[in-house]
Nanobody
């Protein structure tokens, strides 16, 4: 699976951005897609994820401001009311979950190259 992000950039606080990610390759076995971010000096964190069934979840700091959506091999992140603390490199993620004999669950993660989002105050 290959993932390519687009839509990042520099915006003022309070403005909006929409990130897009297109998956290619072996896409038909992807279970979930999502967005992570990593700010300087911090660990990569989950921002939002959405399952193939459309169930989504968000980290608390973006609830009510960000919306994730998915269309087969594409995932989007609509970011409204951006804050300076949203500044980070955003990574698109695709996950394949496999259940093996004995109910062993293994997740296979695929990543995009990352895209910079900078929010100025």
């Amino acid at each position: 699976v290959q993932l390519v992000e687009s839509g990042g950039g520099l915006v003022e606080a309070g403005r909006s951005l929409r990130l897009s990610c297109v998956a290619s390759g072996s896409i038909y076995t992807i279970n979930a897609m999502g967005w992570y971010r990593q700010a300087p000096g911090k660990q990569r964190e989950l921002v939002a994820a959405i399952t193939e069934g459309g169930k989504s979840n968000y980290t608390d700091s973006v609830k009510g401001r960000f919306t994730i959506s998915r269309d087969t091999a594409k995932v989007y992140l609509q970011m409204d009311s951006l804050k300076p603390e949203d500044t980070a490199v955003y990574y698109c993620n695709a996950r394949k979950r496999r259940i093996y004999e004995g109910s062993k669950v293994v997740d296979y993660d695929y990543w995009g190259q990352g895209i910079q989002v900078t929010v100025s105050s």
